[in-house]
């Protein structure tokens, strides 16, 4: 039986608070993010109860970028969110981002001053796996 994809990303836009903290461009850019990573993350199974946890990790993961990019606080705050971040990423995605000290701080630092608009792509960057 295949997963209705349809189904699992009409549930991330319907949920409000994965974007209430960001105004328009910033949340529509964190739901294109977010709808697009639906079908790779339920591509092999045929399970819908574990197809919807699944979504459900993903949604954690948006609502972490929500809160973080829509209130940009001090570096060390932001350091602390973002490695909570990382956890939420690594449980939904099944690997990690960069969440080394340095790269947090670094990531931090490059955060703070900015918009939420500017703040959500370079968070998706920083979720992104580098190419070796």
């Known amino acids: 039986m295949a997963i209705d994809k349809q189904a699992l990303i009409e549930r991330i836009l319907e949920a409000e608070n994965l974007t209430d903290n960001l105004e328009d461009e910033a949340a529509s850019q964190l739901l294109k993010w977010g709808t697009g990573q639906v079908g790779a993350l339920v591509k092999d199974m045929d399970d819908e109860e574990r197809a919807g946890e699944t979504v459900q990790g993903l949604m954690a993961v948006m609502r972490q970028i929500n809160r973080l990019a829509g209130d940009l606080d001090s570096p060390e705050d932001?350091?602390?969110?973002?490695?909570?971040?990382?956890?939420?990423?690594?449980?939904?995605?099944?690997?990690?981002?960069?969440?080394?000290?340095?790269?947090?701080?670094?990531?931090?630092?490059?955060?703070?001053?900015?918009?939420?608009?500017?703040?959500?792509p370079l968070i998706l960057k920083w979720l992104t796996p580098r190419k070796k």
């Open 78 to 120: 932001l350091a602390a969110d973002l490695g909570r971040l990382a956890k939420l990423h690594t449980q939904a995605f099944g690997y990690a981002p960069d969440a080394s000290a340095a790269a947090l701080k670094a990531t931090a630092k490059a955060l703070t001053g900015v918009t939420a608009s500017e703040a959500v």
